[in-house]
Nanobody
Framework: QVKLQESGPGLVKPSQQLSLTCTVS??????????WNWIRQPPGKGLEWMGV???????YYSPSLKSRTSISRDTSKNQISLELTSVIPEDSAVYYC??????????????WGQGTQVTVSS
């Protein structure tokens, strides 16, 4: 059974860069057919999809965050990373990584990490 664990600083200052890591165990991030997503949930709001890196390394980003977001991977460590630049207080949220797989014509997020709280504040 695959397990995902997010890690990173809980507090980031405005204008700085946020860096998070998702460590995957019980399955390889290069397994054909899977994609690894970053999703966040600000306090009192719904889930927001940020971007994804597919098993072969292709990335896709939310248009609203594309200019500030970068997703990468370290296959030797079986890790996915998220970088968000020029953070503002509105970037405060619980950040999740999740595995996606094809379900017919759509994608199903079938495994999630527990999430990590990030607060942007001076």
């Amino acid at each position: 059974q695959v397990k995902l664990q997010e890690s990173g600083p809980g507090l980031v200052k405005p204008s700085q860069q946020l860096s998070l890591t998702c460590t995957v165990s019980g399955g390889s991030i290069t397994t054909n057919g899977y994609a690894w997503n970053w999703i966040r949930q600000p306090p009192g709001k719904g889930l927001e999809w940020m971007g994804v890196i597919a098993y072969q390394g292709t990335t896709y980003y939310s248009p609203s965050l594309k200019s500030r977001t970068s997703i990468s991977r370290d296959t030797s460590k079986n890790q996915i990373s998220l970088e968000l630049t020029s953070v503002i207080p509105e970037d405060s949220a619980v950040y999740y990584c999740a595995r996606g797989r094809r379900d017919g014509s759509s994608w199903l997020l079938d495994s999630w990490g527990q999430g990590t709280q990030v607060t942007v504040s001076s």
